[in-house]
């Protein structure tokens, strides 16, 4: 992999002098366990390392939101889905896509810099579910960021250049493995998962020196030969057995906890890997330092359908039985909201957050699925009918938590499918196809006008305080803040702000392409700004043949609005 750096000189200087006077290696361990009380930057992934997407900023609120203006675009020179996650820290905007890293000035949009990761052609023609990339982490004046080829790599954050560049020991991307997600620094460790489950991977999560770029451990999410685990799979189906870990977790500095989510086992079809598959559709508690899992709690065992665990475990402090109780809150692909004790991952709630009927709900004693006589009708081979979809009640977007109001803010996709697993494939391999070709799906829908909502929820019942239909579903991640505003990306381009209690859409901006992107929010000179991504892409959008976005243009494009002035 090759490495090219364009500065533009003036802007260089500017940050340099901002970086002087803010301090260049602000980005401490105490500096990003707190991200989430200083709202003047965004340091982590999550807007605070416990996944919140939180403000406390109310600058703009219900009052004035009318007003919010684009200040600046940046073009991003890029046709492939726009999901990253931005960072602001020292007068700049830090962002990604699958090929460069660019910094911006953040009152300006001016770029100080961009590096462009050069890749083999082939490496695009190997990548699953998307040409993507989910954004960077701040860490002591470096930002450090991964690659589809599998780099963890480090760079000045005030010049790009390249402070230290590591390959994940072992894999390649031949053999089916990717990186698209953004890593997350605990404790000093650069934490980083792995894509490939489509491609017959054995997973992991593991751990780098965050200063140095040394590996230092190796979690896999499917275990081997004499490894607690290994009697869920039937004969060697362990070796391609998938347990992506592609999206990014939270941490909680009080526990010392860092909880990802663990992707779908390998193949689709269930015929070809009898058992429940562990570690795979699961969250797991481990330690930044060492690796070591301390807890997990498996959603969905022996998956016929592709429902990834994958999406980002929110920590907070919530009433439970009426006492204050930190818990791990995660809105399942597969349709069930899950509460779990943060510290010993016991369940405490389970309930549906949308329609489904591959299970009735789930026993509180052992943590299973009450599974249906369509999921079962599904794992003998027979054609059945499944709500959620492969998409699932959700997917990778993120959903946000108001401690102000108690509610979760998801972005739900209201689609079901058709479903029938033939003779399961007897030829897998790392590097070959376990996805699709597997199973046989056609789409099924309740209303064609409507298969998507953005509902605020309760975490502990699952119901909805209210839902916002939408035509089609809304790949973007949500954001909320202290004003009790919901920001939200629709994906035929629409960026969006709603009252938190209501619902109602406030205002509405339309950008140049679907927003896919995650929205922050920050402050600077005593004003309040915006900033999103626009950019249409991901494996929704490239295979669903949803007919609501055919004129929706690709184009990566980072947005960033502000109150008008009078």
């Known amino acids: 992999m090759k490495t090219s750096i364009f500065s533009a000189p003036f802007f260089l200087a500017g940050a340099l002098a901002l970086a002087s006077a803010g301090g260049a290696s602000a980005q401490s361990t105490a500096d990003i366990n707190k991200d989430q009380n200083t709202p003047g930057d965004v340091l982590v992934y999550g807007m605070g390392t416990q996944g919140q997407r939180y403000s406390p900023l109310t600058r703009i609120n219900k009052g004035n939101v009318k007003r919010l203006v684009p200040k600046w675009s940046y073009s991003m020179s890029d046709t492939h889905g726009a ?18 890293t660019v910094a911006v000035d953040a009152l300006t949009g001016k770029q100080v810099w961009k590096v462009t990761h050069d890749y083999p052609p082939e490496i695009l023609r190997i990548v699953c579910c998307g040409i993507v990339n989910r954004g960077a982490a701040l860490y002591e004046g470096k930002i450090i960021r991964v690659t589809l080829d599998n780099h963890v790599i480090a760079m000045d954050a005030m010049t790009g250049k390249t402070v230290w560049d590591v390959a994940s020991p072992g894999i390649s991307a031949e053999t089916g493995y990717s990186m698209t997600g953004a890593p997350l620094i605990a404790d000093g460790v650069v934490i980083t998962g792995v894509a490939g489950a489509e491609f017959g991977i054995r997973g992991f999560l593991e751990g ?9 451990w190796r979690q896999y999410t499917v275990p081997a030969a004499g490894e607690p685990g290994h009697e869920t799979w039937a004969g060697d189906s362990f070796k391609v057995g998938g347990g992506s870990s592609w999206v990014t977790g939270s941490y909680d500095p ?25 570690f795979t559709n699961a969250v797991f508690a481990i330690r930044p330092k060492t690796g070591e899992r301390v807890w997990y709690y498996q959603t969905s065992p022996e998956d016929p359908f592709d429902y990834d665990a ?33 510290a010993n991952g016991k369940l405490l709630a389970a309930n549906a957050y949308d329609k489904m009927n591959w299970a009735d709900g789930v026993d509180m004693k052992t943590g299973r699925p009450k599974t249906t006589e369509a999921f079962k009708k599904a794992l003998a081979g027979e ?24 509610n979760l803010f998801i972005n739900v996709i209201h689609v079901g499918m058709t479903y029938e697993a033939p003779e399961p494939p007897n030829n897998l391999a790392m590097g070959k196809p376990t996805g699709n070709g597997t199973v046989k799906r056609t789409t099924v829908l309740d209303d064609p006008d409507v298969l998507g909502f953005l509902k605020a929820v309760d975490p502990m019942t699952g119901k909805a305080k209210w839902s916002v239909p939408y035509k089609s579903p809304n790949f973007s991640s949500t954001m909320v803040t202290a004003s009790n505003l919901v920001f939200t990306g629709v994906m035929t381009g629409e960026f969006q702000a709603l009252d938190a209690d209501t619902g109602k859409i406030l205002w509405s901006f339309q950008t140049p392409s679907g927003i896919v992107g995650q929205p922050v929010t920050w402050e600077r000179d005593g004003k309040q700004y915006v900033t999103v991504m626009s950019g249409i892409g991901g494996v929704y959008a490239l295979r669903s043949g949803d007919p609501n976005l055919v004129k929706v243009p690709t184009g990566a494009t980072l947005w960033t609005f502000g109150l008008f002035d009078k």
């Not at 780098?208 to 230092?216: E, I, N, V």
């Not at 054609?383 to 108690?406: A, L, R």
Request: a positive charge; glycine letters at 10%.
């Open 383 to 406: 054609k059945v009918t499944i709500w959620p979809s492969v998409s699932g009640s959700t997917n990778w977007q993120h959903m946000s938590y108001s401690p102000k109001s108690g």
């Open 208 to 216: 780098y020196d965050a200063s140095t770029g040394k590996h230092l």
């Open 83 to 100: 999901e990253a996650f931005t960072l602001i820290a020292n007068g700049m905007v830090y962002t990604t896509n699958h090929n460069s």
């Open 254 to 278: 009080e526990l010392g906890l860092v909880y990802w989510g663990i992707g779908n086992p390998a193949p689709w079809n269930p015929r070809g890997r009898k058992g429940d598959n562990l």
């Open 310 to 342: 994958v999406q980002t475990p929110v920590v907070a402090t919530i009433k439970v039985e009426n006492k204050p109780r930190k818990v791990v809150m995660q809105a399942n692909r597969n349709g069930f909201l899950y509460v779990l004790d943060a």
